[in-house]
């Protein structure tokens, strides 16, 4: 695997249900982000972890959970979502304290609550 | 905070033409990316370009950082350039990209 890896590319679930998705980076980054990008919208951030601590969290409702249990893995709990949250859910990563701050981006996650 | 304005927000071109995406900023740039988004969703990195010029093949990029702008030029086009394209700024002591709303292309045969 190369780059920043997304699993399940695509998810539908029930308001009730519980459900978590992964990310992995592959690139030797130190920093690793959670994006939404719903239809009509630009991608707005949701979480970002550096050295594996949270970071900036913009406000994101708490059935929205992360985890982060290394460098190169990032998790994304979800639980009682609502139809709003439907949306394709991006994970990004990149080199902190170097010279260029590059995101690079997953495939994403196209999620669909019913 | 940071507005990141893109334009023209849609575009059709015939297959190879040329074209220019312009971004704005409102205010100082000091790390700026291009991206490509296919239709499957994916952001494909096209350019980091905080200044200055930079060419990739068909596709090059200029930042005026003292004007607040950037232009992502397209040269040749093809249809498998067809998609949206995203500028996206970091703003200083912040891990947040600002993205711009987007410029959809559509390449026509």
């Known amino acids: 695997e190369t780059g920043v890896t997304q699993t399940p590319r695509h998810l539908v679930m029930g308001m009730t249900n519980k459900k978590s998705l992964k990310c992995e980076q592959h690139?030797?980054?130190?920093?690793m982000y959670w994006y939404k990008q719903s239809a009509k919208k630009p991608l707005e951030l949701m979480f970002v972890?550096?050295?594996?601590?949270?970071?900036e969290n913009n406000s994101v409702p708490s059935r929205f959970s992360p985890e982060c249990p290394n460098s190169s893995h990032l998790f994304l709990h979800l639980h009682t979502l609502q139809p709003e949250d439907s949306a394709l859910y991006l994970c990004a990563s990149s080199q902190e304290r170097t010279v260029s701050y590059e995101q690079f981006f997953g495939p994403g996650t196209r999620l669909t609550v019913l | 905070g940071i507005q990141v304005e893109q334009s023209p927000p849609d575009l059709i071109l015939q297959e190879g033409a040329n074209s220019t995406l312009r971004c704005n900023f409102s205010?100082?740039?000091?790390?700026l990316q291009w991206f490509h988004q296919n239709p499957w969703g994916q952001l494909i990195n096209l350019f980091y370009i905080p200044s200055g010029t930079k060419q990739n093949g068909r596709l090059s990029a200029t930042t005026v950082a003292t004007e607040r702008y950037s232009l992502l030029y397209i040269s040749s086009s093809q249809t498998t350039d067809s998609g949206v394209y995203f500028c996206a700024k970091r703003g200083a002591g912040s891990y947040q990209l600002t993205f711009g709303k987007g410029t959809k292309l559509s390449v026509i045969p």
């Open positions: 205010d100082s740039v000091n790390n």
């Open positions: 972890y550096s050295l594996e601590e949270r970071v």
């Open positions: 690139l030797g980054h130190n920093a």
